[in-house]
């Protein structure tokens, strides 16, 4: 059989495709003459396989989505703290090309306006930002040379947002060589099929999920996500918020990214905008699939099931051969903090009537940190209070390849079978 | 044994206690003179149960926090497009008591700041704020008559933003009479038990956690944690996301809450504050947490292991005796949409050999609306292939309580069995 | 004869009858329903002098051209720096009812905005204000009781800037009282007789022109038409004197009224209103005032006559009958710091040849303290080079009523005569 | 004898020597350099006689003080509408470096702050500038390289500026041309004697007291001294034309200029500063002089004299050797609206008895054209009346060199005589 996704996907773009509203950029040629009419989407799953319809393969300038990027790429090198000394995380509610600098720090508020990006490229190298894409995307990006001719051209306001930075000790390096550099980080070519698996990065934690290369730490896609949330759709960040819920950024070109962090990343393409600077049909497709696949961050998911999947006594056979009175806790699902909790109020309000008690995680499929810490910690408290733990771990959840037994703290024990 | 969790949130208390940084608010002797090292904390589970520790029976005005709930009522009596008309969605990046409005329209920013507040106070009537507000906490809120008096005296500031409001013909009512019932939704008395089971109905999809009542709808409570998402924290929002990762609002009396979907709510009570107006303990409570439980949103949690968990041939006896073989798949963990992407992926790809093919949700514990839609299409497509698909589906996620048979489309149809 | 003026004035409005630009205001209907043909224009002269054409007996509401005269009173009643430490004079370039706080004292920024009007009127009590203007009229005005209804109905913009101010501690009395009070003191009834007569009154140093009471001390008179130069016309400020040079104040009722130093004081009256909310006409008119009457204070005057009118030696009989050898200085004009430094000069390059000295007043009008001092200095520094000095004073104008001598400091004197 | 005037100039700096308030301008070395207690001042009279005191001949950079010139030589050059249309004349109530562009046409607010003055300084080029103050000045000014180069390195708020001007299509040309020749415009040296003189020419309608050149037309100068005064001093404006009430204007260097319409121009200098960037004791010279001088503009003058010195009837021995019963009035002073009002309105009431009636100007030093038009005008309508008139004007004010009948009008005519 062939998988439905493309089906629905290309379903998805002939839904937006008759909306011709909106307007393409005009301050280029470039812009102002790209077919109007182009229509591109893609989806990118962490495991790499990428969805793409429409008009996929054509390139056009990466312009503002540059910046959650470049953001990041900045962050890697010099860290949290040089960067927020730099730049500030808070939303401006202003257009993207307004100064916003702090009051007091005369920070700019934020790096996905243009006084932040401008201020964030200050922080790499051409070389780095080159470098850094091709890492994303996974193959190296041209700069559309044309393009970048012709917005530094019409760059005045760019410049005097970097004389202005400079004026403010902000930036120190040349205004006229930041606006130069920046211009051309904004002018590099993508197809949605980079942009897609860009986001898809972030959404990865970091690493790119076809090259597995770690392209920036953990920490920096959770830094970027987070501030693409409050400050990705310029002016109107809340509205996009609440209606699709996911962190994104826009591009003039009409190029739109969005990311769901553990899930995948994603990117329309389609040039006319609207008055944010936003891509008409970009956002509308992003509107449908996040109300289609309950993308939304903030779409209670149906009541999880306990993961408590049953407890029973039971009479296991013992290794010298005899039955022993025994009591059962099968889980499910995600052990996370969530459903540990429920399992130790559980031991603790019913707690076991017989010694030995067993932990079942045949059907588990994952454990987290908080997990694993509050496993051990129910398994202490029932071996101080009597009770001999076993896990059951066919998969090494919880114990890795090897170990039969695990330390759960104040010299006790739990043992670990494979199999119940 | 006794569980865990409280002594974790008790050792969390701790790590606190000794932080005396910030000041009480001031505009008030009712607040000047609060008890500056009440500490408090709880932390409400969707089924209800509630942690609480240090001074979790200490009642507190809910000041600000009702901003939120105060909303989604608003939201749950007017709908959607009611309110968005008289305020806006948009982070201001602006301290809680400017005017905000919108250059255009004259809406205030965000329900968030006094303008918003006072705005959609006056959506709703006194009564209706004491029947939400205790619907939402379980049980019947006081108002704090001292408190609200000496507010009401000194509530200049909203007393000015509400003649604004009328002047632009935001609100319709008299300002004195919106002012004063502004004041008095933001003197109810509660205790971070009452805070934490609020924010868990918001979280828990407008559904409180231990009356079962749907206080306000699904839509309701996205709607509520998107605004909180971007414009809770006043003029540190984004530190705020970028640091803790989740929906959150706080009180001038020391409160602060926060709420993940599907997860739980809790709430901290500190009586100093940030220059941003925001309890200096329950901010540190919230990062600790954050840090502790992976709760953070843009947190990319470990790489969800695949939604099949094995697929194997197998002979099975079929129902005329005769072993048949059979393609068989053994799904596991929550069926949405990237774990389907997988599976129809899989199936497109290494195509099953058999005439037979199982989907096995045995070790499944949920199925989304779109993964219902997904497996069903991939059973349509199967059957058009020729194959004949069966679910085993014990619990009936997918089939409901009988039938034996699903309507796959185009007169297809799977059959449903309990056990493999 | 008949005096022209009434003719030339006449003239005056009839060439701005025909210009049916602009609107009235409309947010209360006793201004919306006024009769928008209404034209009327009045001069009054220093000595009380008063010429009135059109519906120059019309009444209509003061609104804000009260503001100067209550800025007056306030200065009178608590000196200047009390009134600063409340209002700022600085212009705002902002329109009439912005709030145009200072960042840092939040003081309003003068007191031709509402909030510095607002401000200055909680200095004063109803009946002072009420005493104020009769002084300043020379007769009782009457409140329109309808119109200051209709206002405080629709006052909220007022109530809210009221509120802000006392948020702020720059009023400390109700805000409902103070904007009560101050809408109270906008409907005063008002022609444009009574409002030329005011005007003239602060152009007269105070005085009043007809009653000849001091209404408000000069540097109060001063200090009232400098910030009405620099704040008087709103945002249109700085169009108003580039065009007409004189300081202002406008009405919504469409009262506007100029008042030129030492000259006299003017009132128009014509209801239609320009985007600033000045009086269309109004502003026509005095643009024609200014162009035909030479009045703009920037404009240079015609070169002044020296004044010395001319000097030559000349044989007088002294009182011994002795023809004596005399050196004559004819003065001239007005002996201000000007026209006596080139006196002065002149003495200094051109040293009389005789020991007598006569300096003759006789065409000498006025002699203001700074020329009396400078007359007296000369007088002193020639007698110590040895020259006998006399005034020709026929007026008095230096030496008063009675004296024949004058000191002139270090023991030396000046003979003074009434005739050469 | 020595005239008493430098003597007096000369207190009046003792009286500010020991002001040590106030900084230097830091942002170069040549101005956080500059010896912090040179204090000079420098009086130009409208007849070009010059006063300097102090360090009068020490040359500073002009900076902002060259922004009104370089204002008048645009008007000049292109006419007052194309000038507006680039440079609104509202004062902005900021400081001087800020943008303050008019939110609707983005026109800088006015020529006195940067945005304005980069603006007017692009409306001209370099050349006009130099050939431009060196007739203000009367004389050849050069540039101070070394300022002039740091100046430019550290232009970056001015490059934002001049950029932000171009994005807005304000500008056209260059943003870093401009900016070297605005800097160059600001890096001209002078003294105190340059200043008072360039001031002096705006004050005597744009001719220059010494070289009798027009450098601008009146209008021009009228036009500057107009936006002088409302926006002069930067956000200080308005304490300055309360406090002193002069058209002025002040630069980072230093120097201060004030000039006072048809009586002269005035400078100081004295590098350390106030918060507003004006010279601390060079404010508070002008202070003083406003004081000692009566010249604040706002100043009532004391109470004019009548401009008719008297009237009585008399036997005038006629042409043919009879006597004649003649009513004649003596005027004296200066012949404009005000005084010529008060003649006119005299021979309404008190009708002249007599068919002859002398109107006599020996004693009247001037005759304004609004003078001459009433003189006329009353002349007509006494012979409309049935009177012969009879105008005494020794000094040909009024009928100029020889004429000894003037056409009044409606074929009638006035006699003119030169004695009585």
């Known amino acids: 059989m062939l998988t439905p996704?493309?089906?629905?996907?290309?379903?998805?773009?002939?839904?937006?495709?008759?909306?011709?509203?909106?307007?393409?950029?005009?301050?280029?040629p470039e812009l102002a003459n790209a077919d109007p009419d182009r229509l591109a989407f893609a989806l990118c799953m962490?495991?790499?396989?990428?969805?793409?319809?429409?008009?996929?393969?054509?390139?056009?300038?990466?312009?503002?989505?540059?910046?959650?990027?470049?953001?990041?790429?900045?962050?890697?090198?010099?860290?949290?703290?040089?960067?927020?000394?730099?730049?500030?995380?808070?939303?401006?509610?202003?257009?993207?090309?307004?100064?916003?600098?702090?009051?007091?720090?005369?920070?700019?508020?934020?790096?996905?306006?243009?006084?932040?990006?401008?201020?964030?490229?200050?922080?790499?190298?051409?070389?780095?930002?080159?470098?850094?894409?091709?890492?994303?995307?996974?193959?190296?990006?041209?700069v559309d040379e044309s393009v970048f001719a012709s917005e530094l051209e019409t760059a005045d306001r760019n410049h005097a947002i970097a004389y202005m930075l400079r004026n403010h000790a902000v930036i120190s390096s040349s205004p006229v060589d930041v606006v130069e550099g920046y211009t051309r980080q904004c002018s590099y070519l993508v197809t949605v099929r980079d942009l897609a698996v860009m986001a898809a990065t972030l959404a990865n934690a970091g690493v790119h999920p076809v090259t597995g290369e770690q392209v920036v730490p953990r920490w920096v896609a959770r830094q970027t996500l987070s501030v693409m949330t409050t400050c990705g759709m310029y002016d109107a960040a809340g509205d996009w918020f609440t209606a699709v819920g996911i962190p994104a950024k826009s591009g003039v070109a009409g190029g739109l990214i969005g990311a769901v962090p553990g899930k995948g990343g994603s990117a329309a393409f389609s040039p006319r905008l609207d008055s944010h600077g936003n891509s008409v049909r970009g956002v509308r497709i992003f509107e449908r699939l996040a109300n289609d696949m309950n993308m939304h961050l903030m779409e209670v998911p149906p009541p999880a099931r306990s993961v408590v999947r049953g407890q029973r006594a039971l009479a296991l056979r013992g290794e010298d051969g005899e039955e022993v009175e025994t009591w059962l806790y099968e889980l499910q699902g995600s052990a996370d903090f969530v459903g540990l909790e429920g399992l130790l109020r559980n031991l603790d309000r019913n707690p076991p009537q017989t010694h030995e008690v067993v932990l079942d995680l045949t059907h588990v499929h994952e454990?987290?940190?908080?997990?694993?810490?509050?496993?051990?910690?129910?398994?202490?408290?029932?071996?101080?209070?009597?009770?001999?733990?076993?896990?059951?771990?066919?998969?090494?959840?919880?114990?890795?390849?090897?170990?039969?037994?695990?330390?759960?703290?104040d010299g006790a024990e739990a043992a670990v079978v494979r199999t119940c």
């Open 5 to 28: 996704v493309p089906d629905y996907l290309d379903e998805v773009l002939d839904g937006v495709r008759d909306d011709h509203a909106g307007e393409r950029a005009a301050y280029i």
């Open 46 to 142: 962490l495991d790499g396989t990428t969805y793409a319809v429409g008009d996929a393969d054509v390139a056009f300038t990466i312009q503002s989505i540059s910046k959650p990027f470049a953001y990041a790429l900045a962050l890697a090198e010099h860290g949290l703290d040089a960067v927020l000394a730099k730049v500030g995380v808070e939303p401006s509610g202003e257009a993207f090309n307004e100064l916003s600098l702090e009051a007091d720090s005369r920070r700019p508020l934020n790096p996905m306006i243009n006084a932040g990006a401008i201020t964030v490229h200050s922080l790499l190298d051409d070389e780095q930002v080159r470098r850094g894409f091709a890492a994303f995307a996974g193959r190296d990006l041209a």
């Open 367 to 409: 454990v987290l940190d908080v997990g694993r810490r509050m496993l051990l910690e129910g398994a202490r408290r029932l071996t101080l209070d009597g009770h001999h733990v076993t896990f059951v771990d066919p998969e090494g959840l919880l114990s890795g390849d090897e170990p039969d037994a695990l330390d759960v703290g």
